[in-house]
């Protein structure tokens, strides 16, 4: 590679930085962009929970089982299925999609796909669910339907069959061949009523049992995959068969009850056709589950004629079933399944409450392991830092529950309170250690306890004689809260607010407004400004509040068509939102009201549209704010506002909410909720929102990776990777909850950064853009010059029109990038030599990319009648353009490209820079003491005349051969007058550019 320098007097050139350059076609892709995202919300997993009735179970080795369960109608949670990978010494919940759905029968092929059925208790119709983890499940779109699916089977990952029966009282059967994308009905012999159970040892062949038409023990099978079925040869004795299990399709083991001379029934078959009874313990009123490993290797349970729950396991030979002892308090066992002939779990109740059973021996001795546990029901929601948060309601035992998470709801504890049967309607924390709970109790009737370490433990609050049951309770300091509620007065209901000062060791009673009825939501800010809302005597909104912490309350006046007021929360003493619903006459729409003056008036928001009601807000400022509520379809829905309310859009929701009772936001993307869903096994939900990534120190970097890069954002503090793109970040460090450090990994074009967390995926916006580039240098172009057109210098964009010699604190914008330009348009910054000449006093150039901030920073500084050149890289504003901006006296501006980075396609070693060792290979100076004899001092060469031109070979510095570019520092000397100097890439002949790289005055170096 050969560089050549141009015109005037000695000079040498010493390399101290080189490149190896391979010039690449730049890429850009095209993406769409959402301004400003909403929250975007998930639900958090590790949330203590309890189950309903456990109704089925299958396992595929020692460690791996999932169990179903049906709805609890009395606690309105969802049907639910749990997983363990340890041989159920622990267990954990799964989702499930979110409506009424009893499960009855479940089937896993391998860890990685299992089958669940159930059907929809209100609308019967049944469902099928698939899951490819144990933890996550999809519905199956099984077509539109009117029967129930009670049991399954799956021999494979991609052939399963389901049975069940229609609202006709006939057997029905289904069956997927391609792992459940598609399922096909089958036909079955007549006067097959019902189908309860179905096992299949192999793809072909199939046995499934249940009723027959007149009433009757059946069991049919297929052996062409369910092609056709056949009624097999049963001793009838009035028996109801309700589990089978096949180890082959000669050996199956059926289990029962029979209906006219009581006690559980046995049947076996050798031949997959005929079947002969077995004896079983006298003591056995019926059996409902059974597993076979092999055909001597076979667990059932059921429960005794005393109503305690009984497992058998069968003899060495298979033919006689033993019976064996259970825990103590066992009522019933409903299925067992068994992964290898020594483990085996099965599933029931222990007086009214759900139970898992595990043997490791066969089935001969059996022990408990602990389900998970926890509230039944949340009703209110505290966070005062983005890790601490506080939720209560209550637990199945309608006793006060109480949860707790110190690191941003990736985990969740409980908090024992008291034993005492009460409801806990509300919370409010000042800190992660001040906290109070108020709600309602039978034997207090109110009640408020308050906390100072977090929850560690709780003392009980005395309450004025006539405070009510309180709803909801707003702290705004560890030592103030007011709390509202409404009581009976005996003929109406009259609004309460108590009022504490000194950490909930006292309460005092408010007075109120006579207009007050219903008090059901309060927030409070630190000055001890106030609002309560909820219903008047009429039954209309009503919005009260206080300036001094509740010594005095005042009535606000409310916008006509207000409605009724649900939720309020205030970030100031000005600001204020408050939610809730207004009939039109025909159907109930969601409204809120702010106010920006002390409450002194209140303006109605505009919402979208197709909301119903809210019920519940927080906000974390003046602008930023998130409700919740339900649409007009009665589905959960949160909205979103960052401009105080003027407008609201609809935020995303995970499948599985019924509904959202209470938020709470610690910051501007970090918010906790509760709720109803499928999550938590009894109905609650607690929900969070995810990381947001605002912007990022630097948007472009190496293919090769190790970009230091800062992403500011929100929601970082539990943050467990960093992606760009999908490739992971390195050298992950979690400043704070705003701020992480990383360094980029390699990668090509342009991807996003993100930040996850437990709670989910940081959306994607363009704030978080970032483009893997190359370096691509070019002959010097001159794309501004600012003196006027003449001699030596060209019309341009910087000296035509309105464009001439820069003034004092003017700022002139240079398009660089662009059709008629040497930049293309997807580069994100540029190499220009900049050179500032006619210099009419001391001063500076600022030079930024156009369209941003002008930073506090000079790139070239000079005195009056100087021309000084100096090289930037800036990068590339809108329109294409860099801004230049003067300061002191007048000058003129030049400005040259020298190269550019844009997005590359591959990740290599091309188009970036490699140090070298600083090695002189030029100089023109005499051979002398410090000058050693070199090509430029040879020969020819030597000091250099105006307009001569210089050719210099710059490979004995180790360039290699390959390199396309190279970075050099050049140096004049003895200069006899004011000069420049341009170097560009060879060969030799070629025009020089019209640009310059160095200039110097008459004397100097």
């Known amino acids: ?333 409903y299925d067992v399944s068994c992964g290898t002939v020594s483990d085996c779990v099965a599933v029931g109740m222990e007086n009214s409450t759900e139970l898992v059973l595990t043997t490791s021996n066969g089935g001969s001795m059996w022990t408990a392991p602990a389900l998970p546990s926890g509230p039944n029901v949340l009703d209110s929601m505290s966070c005062p830092t983005v890790s601490f948060c506080m939720a209560v309601g209550r637990d199945n035992n309608l006793s006060g529950a109480i949860v707790v998470t110190a690191d941003g709801g990736n985990t969740w504890s409980a908090s024992t309170v008291s034993n005492l049967p009460m409801y806990f309607s509300g919370v409010s924390c000042a800190s992660s250690n001040f906290c109070v709970a108020v709600g309602w109790s039978s034997l207090n009737n109110d009640s408020a306890f308050t906390t100072t370490n977090g929850g560690l433990t709780w003392s009980l609050d005395t309450l004025p004689s006539n405070a009510s049951p309180l709803e909801a309770v707003s702290c705004f300091s560890n030592l103030s809260c007011v709390a509202v509620s409404s009581y009976w007065t005996g003929s109406s209901y009259e609004g309460v607010a108590v009022t504490t000062t000194n950490g909930g060791l006292t309460w005092s009673l408010d007075t109120l407004p006579g207009n007050a009825s219903s008090l059901g939501s309060v927030s409070c800010v630190s000055s001890g400004f106030c609002v309560a809302v909820g219903t008047d005597s009429v039954g209309n909104g009503e919005v009260i509040s206080t300036a001094d912490a509740g010594l005095h309350w005042s009535q606000d006046t409310l916008p006509a068509g207000t409605g009724e007021t649900n939720g309020v929360s205030c970030t100031s003493v000005t600001f204020c939102i408050v939610v809730g619903s207004f009939w039109t006459g025909s159907k109930s729409l969601a409204s809120a009201i702010s106010t920006s003056d002390d409450g002194n008036t209140w303006y109605i928001d ?107 954002g929100s929601g970082f503090s539990n943050a467990t990777s960093v992606n760009f793109g999908s490739t992971p970040a390195t050298h992950v460090s979690i400043i704070s909850d705003n701020e992480i450090t990383v360094a980029a990994p390699p990668g090509t074009g342009r991807v996003d950064v993100t930040v996850s967390t437990s709670s989910g995926t940081s959306p994607i916006s363009a704030l978080d853009s970032f483009t893997y580039s190359s370096y691509t240098p070019i002959t010097p172009t001159r794309v501004c010059d600012t003196r006027p057109a003449g001699l030596g210098v060209a019309l341009n964009q910087c000296n035509s029109g309105s464009n001439q010699t820069l003034s004092n604190g003017q700022t002139i914008n240079v398009q660089v990038s662009g059709s008629s330009y040497p930049v293309p348009l997807d580069a994100s910054s540029v190499v220009v030599n900049v050179t500032a000449t006619n210099t009419t006093s001391s001063g500076y150039f ?130 006899l007058s004011n000069g420049f100097l341009t170097a560009w890439q060879g060969p030799v002949g070629s025009v020089h550019p019209n640009s310059s790289n160095v200039n110097f005055d008459a004397a100097k170096s």
């Open 1 to 333: 590679m050969k560089i050549r320098i141009c015109k005037l007097l000695i000079c040498f050139i010493s390399i101290v930085v080189f490149g190896s350059y391979l010039i690449l076609p730049g890429t850009s892709t095209q993406v769409a962009i959402a301004a400003t995202p909403g929250p975007t919300w998930s639900i958090a997993k590790s949330y203590p929970t309890i189950t309903n009735q456990l109704r089925a179970i299958s396992c595929t080795t020692s460690t791996f089982c999932v169990a179903v369960a049906d709805t609890n109608t009395i606690s309105g949670s969802i049907g639910e299925a749990l997983s363990t990978t340890d041989g159920g010494n622990t267990w954990v919940t799964s989702d499930l999609p979110a409506y009424p759905v009893n499960l009855t029968g479940v089937s896993c092929a391998t860890s990685n796909f299992c089958v669940a059925t159930g059907y929809n208790h209100i609308y019967l119709t049944a469902d099928v669910f698939i899951s490819h983890d144990g933890s996550s499940w999809t519905n199956a779109n099984i077509g539109s339907n009117s029967w129930t699916a009670s049991d399954v089977s799956c021999p494979t990952i991609t052939f399963c069959e389901v049975v069940g029966s229609n609202s006709q009282d006939q057997a029905v059967a289904i069956s997927t061949a391609d792992s459940g994308s598609t399922w096909k009905f089958q036909t079955l012999p007549p006067n097959v009523s019902a189908l309860s159970s179905v096992s299949c040892p192999t793809v072909a062949y199939c046995a499934a049992a249940g009723n027959g038409n007149p009433l009757s023990d059946t069991i049919i099978s297929t052996d062409n995959s369910g092609s056709t079925w056949a009624v097999d040869n049963v001793p009838y004795s009035g028996q109801y068969v309700s589990s089978v299990s096949c180890t082959s399709s000669t050996s199956c083991i059926a289990v029962g009850d029979n209906s006219i001379s009581s006690g559980a029934v046995v049947l076996t078959t050798t031949d997959g056709t005929n079947w002969v009874s077995i004896s079983s313990p006298s003591d056995i009123s019926y059996l409902t589950g059974i597993s076979c490993v092999t055909s001597t290797s076979c667990v059932a349970v059921g429960a005794s004629t005393q109503h305690i729950g009984i497992a058998l396991f069968t003899t060495v030979d298979g033919s006689t079933m033993s019976e064996v002892q259970l825990p103590g308090g066992t009522s019933q066992l």
């Open 606 to 712: 505009p919402m979208p549209s197709g909301l119903s009601l809210l019920g519940t807000v927080s906000c974390t400022s003046g602008n930023n704010c998130v409700a919740a509520g339900s649409d007009a379809s009665n589905r959960p829905v949160t909205i979103s506002t960052n401009d105080g309310g003027n407008s609201w859009s609809i935020d995303s929701l995970p499948s599985g909410i019924t509904y959202i009772k209470s938020i709470s936001c610690a910051s501007n993307s970090v918010c906790m909720s509760v709720g109803v869903g499928n999550t938590a096994l009894t109905g609650s939900v607690i929900l969070d929102t995810q990381p947001l990534v605002t912007g990022l120190s630097t948007s472009f970097g190496s293919s090769l990776g190790g970009t230091s890069e800062t992403i500011s």
């Open 846 to 975: 600022s030079i930024w990319p156009s369209g941003t901030s002008k930073p506090l920073a000079s790139n070239l500084n000079f005195s009056p009648g100087e021309s000084v050149p100096n090289l930037a890289e800036v990068g590339i504003g809108s329109g294409g353009n860099i801004s230049i901006f003067n300061y002191g006296g007048s000058a003129d501006v030049i400005v040259d490209v020298e190269g550019y980075w844009a997005p590359t396609s591959t990740i290599s070693g091309s188009g970036l820079m490699s140090p070298l060792s600083p090695y002189r290979v030029c100089d023109t100076r005499t051979v002398a003491f410090g000058v050693s004899p070199n090509q430029c001092n040879t020969g020819v060469n030597g000091t250099l005349s105006s307009g001569s031109e210089l050719n210099i070979n710059v490979q004995g510095a180790g360039v290699p051969s390959g390199a396309t570019g190279v970075v050099a520092n050049i140096t004049v000397a003895n200069a």
